[in-house]
């Protein structure tokens, strides 16, 4: 049993109220016939989610439920499915929002990357600006988020606060959980950081970003704030090889 999923990926998918959208991203996942799996990390929705995703599960073998008690963090939900998926022996793990933002079109070429590479991107900045239905302030915020993440770290990648992401197992294996600290989108620059730091291969590649359909945004200022301070962080503790 364990022979057969090492090759095989899971898709992780963080959720709070997202029932509007559940369906179509698990639809659109599965449509693409790629050797993958999906968990949906739900934080106690108050919408139902869990439920409506437990009724699927019915229907199909491949959907997983992971409920958790509360809402505790986008960072903590991808660090307990990066768990579940280690425990069960999955080659390729791969990061994606639930709000119809990420095109499950893309995950053909994360997968075929992770083939050469540790961790792939799906960069909405490597080639141009490619983010559909953005009010400019908030392209502007991410863009140069972006630019002082890299200038802060010197992490050498356009896009860090990239949700859309791929993972080889061994790149999991390697990260001690324990240490991350960001709880917020932040979580996103710290793992690629980590990875780049302990010498793993990065690659990213151009995707379009489109704004959710429905639902709300879970970005706050908090999140924001999490992040300014959070590349200091990262990068005054690899200076002292304390990472």
Same mark, same amino acid.
């Given at each position: 049993?364990?022979?057969?999923?090492?090759?095989?990926?899971?898709?992780?998918?963080? =959720?709070? #109220?997202?029932?509007?959208?559940?369906?179509? /991203?698990?639809?659109?996942?599965? #449509?693409?016939? $790629?050797? $993958?799996?999906?968990?949906?990390? #739900?934080?106690?929705?108050?919408?139902? =989610?869990a439920s409506l995703v437990e009724s699927m599960m019915t229907d199909e073998g491949r959907l997983h439920l992971l409920r958790r008690s509360g809402k505790m963090g986008l960072g903590s939900a991808y660090r307990d499915g990066m768990r579940w998926a280690l425990a069960r022996e999955y080659e390729y793990i791969f990061?994606? #929002?639930a709000d119809l933002s990420h095109d499950p079109k893309y995950l053909p070429s994360l997968l075929f990357e992770l083939k050469e590479f540790d961790v792939v991107l799906g960069s909405r900045y490597v080639q141009g600006v490619n983010v559909v239905n953005w009010p400019l302030g908030r392209l502007l915020l991410s863009w140069f988020a972006n630019l002082y993440s890299r200038v802060v770290t010197g992490l050498p990648v356009a896009d860090s606060t990239s949700g859309f992401k791929g993972f080889r197992r061994r790149v999991l294996d390697k990260i001690d959980f324990e240490r991350v600290r960001s709880d917020g989108y932040s979580f996103q620059i710290e793992m690629v950081f980590r990875a780049w730091k302990l010498g793993f291969r990065v690659k990213e &590649?151009?995707? =379009?970003? /489109?704004?959710?359909?429905?639902? &709300?945004?879970? @970005?706050?200022?908090? /999140?924001? *704030?999490?992040?300014? *301070? @959070?590349? *200091?962080?990262?990068?005054? @503790?690899?200076?002292f090889r304390l990472l």
């Amino acid at each position: 049993m364990i022979a057969e999923k090492r090759e095989r990926g899971l898709v992780i998918i963080p =959720t709070y #109220d997202e029932r509007e959208n559940i369906q179509r /991203v698990v639809r659109g996942i599965f #449509d693409q016939a $790629l050797p $993958l799996d999906i968990l949906v990390v #739900d934080d106690a929705s108050p919408d139902g =989610t869990a439920s409506l995703v437990e009724s699927m599960m019915t229907d199909e073998g491949r959907l997983h439920l992971l409920r958790r008690s509360g809402k505790m963090g986008l960072g903590s939900a991808y660090r307990d499915g990066m768990r579940w998926a280690l425990a069960r022996e999955y080659e390729y793990i791969f990061e994606m #929002d639930a709000d119809l933002s990420h095109d499950p079109k893309y995950l053909p070429s994360l997968l075929f990357e992770l083939k050469e590479f540790d961790v792939v991107l799906g960069s909405r900045y490597v080639q141009g600006v490619n983010v559909v239905n953005w009010p400019l302030g908030r392209l502007l915020l991410s863009w140069f988020a972006n630019l002082y993440s890299r200038v802060v770290t010197g992490l050498p990648v356009a896009d860090s606060t990239s949700g859309f992401k791929g993972f080889r197992r061994r790149v999991l294996d390697k990260i001690d959980f324990e240490r991350v600290r960001s709880d917020g989108y932040s979580f996103q620059i710290e793992m690629v950081f980590r990875a780049w730091k302990l010498g793993f291969r990065v690659k990213e &590649i151009s995707i =379009t970003f /489109v704004e959710r359909r429905s639902g &709300i945004s879970k @970005m706050s200022k908090g /999140v924001i *704030w999490e992040a300014v *301070w @959070m590349v *200091w962080y990262l990068r005054i @503790m690899s200076m002292f090889r304390l990472l």
